[in-house]
């Protein structure tokens, strides 16, 4: 009985964060371009959420050279059933940061490798998608990430990648 | 390879191939910077019998930032423009001025798109940063895939980009 009690009482409070992950999916990777092989996929993510800060799951991570030709690609679907939601933006960027999983967002303001914002009102099945090629001059780590905003909701999604630049 | 984007782009033009006629008009602002330079383009509409305009042509360096920002207005009066495909594109093109449109499948640096219902006066814009490694001529065109097949015309924004 009292296991019974322990698994209903994990369903419930599971329940609000299920429900979360289904408002949006996400599709994101990066990839290297190839002349010979043409598209060299490096890594791929989906949905996240935030808050918390960064998220719940690891970022993965692509490991790349300098000036190597890449590619981002994402797809962004609106899974909310409910309303159109007005005025939404999605927005991706590459943007250097300190080190691998961090968790905090650098200032968008400078250094910004390449960037889009979307604004649209997006309705159930909406969609966006993207796809930039871009190259990284300087050795670091950035990160690679698409998330929504602006969605009068108490949490945005988003998805991330981190590319650690040699 | 055909790619996902591409896929979608082309799987929504075709399924709206299907759709009913409806009254839908846009129009379009296109404006591409960079550094001091900006060129911008206004709405045109693309029919069989209809010569385009002359595109305005910005210059930009290798590896320097160009900076697009769009929007798309619906001017209907009244009704709805379901399933609106917008789609942008920069694409390398053999010489400034081309009329035909070069084939998506190779040397695009950016494409995206969205889906939108259309009221009267909604609005969809974006601004997108990006750098060209590879010097010559680009079309970056903004287009509306829905428009063409319900009153034999589509919408878009077309401008020339020298990287030199």
């Known amino acids: ?16 964060f299920l429900a979360r992950a289904e408002h949006a999916r996400i599709d994101l990777q990066i990839s290297q371009f190839d002349p010979v092989k043409g598209e060299v996929k ?7 959420q935030d808050p918390p800060a960064g998220g719940r799951q690891a970022r993965p991570v692509a490991k790349v050279k300098a000036k190597e030709p890449l590619v981002l690609q994402f ?39 390449t960037e889009g914002k979307f604004t649209l009102n997006f309705k159930p099945n909406g969609r966006v998608g993207a796809r930039v090629s871009f190259t990284i001059s300087k050795p670091g780590i950035y990160l690679l990430r698409v998330q929504s905003e602006n969605t009068d909701s108490d949490h945005e999604h988003f998805s991330a990648i981190d590319v650690q630049v040699e | 390879m055909i790619n996902r984007l591409y896929l979608w782009v082309l799987l929504s033009f075709l399924a709206v191939l299907s759709e009913t006629a409806r009254a839908d008009h846009f129009t379009i602002d296109l404006e591409a ?4 330079a900006a060129r911008t383009a206004k709405t045109e509409t693309a029919a069989l019998a209809e010569k385009p305009k002359t595109r305005a042509v910005l210059e930009a360096k290798v590896g320097k930032p160009i900076t697009v920002k769009w929007t798309v207005t619906s001017t209907a009066k009244d009704g709805m423009v379901k399933d609106a ?20 499948d190779k040397q695009v640096t950016v494409e995206s798109a969205l889906t939108m219902d259309f009221k009267p006066k909604d609005k969809t814009e974006a601004e997108l940063s990006f750098t060209i490694d590879t010097p010559g001529s680009y079309l970056l065109r903004l287009e509306t895939r829905d428009s063409a097949v319900t009153e034999g015309h589509e919408h878009y924004a077309a401008l020339d980009l020298v990287v030199k």
């Open chain 2, 33 to 36: 910077r960079s550094g001091t």
């Open chain 1, 42 to 48: 490096l890594a791929n993510a989906s949905v996240d």
């Open chain 1, 75 to 113: 797809m962004f679907d609106n899974l909310y059933p409910h309303k159109v939601i007005k005025d939404a933006r999605v927005h991706y960027f590459v943007v250097p940061v300190d080190k691998v999983g961090q968790k905090t967002l650098p200032d968008l303001t400078q250094n910004v490798m």
């Open chain 1, 1 to 16: 009985m009292r296991i019974r009690i322990v698994f209903v009482l994990a369903g419930v409070l599971c329940l609000p």
């Open chain 2, 85 to 104: 495909l917008i789609h942008f594109f920069v694409v390398k093109e053999e010489k400034i001025g081309q009329v035909a449109l070069p084939k998506l």
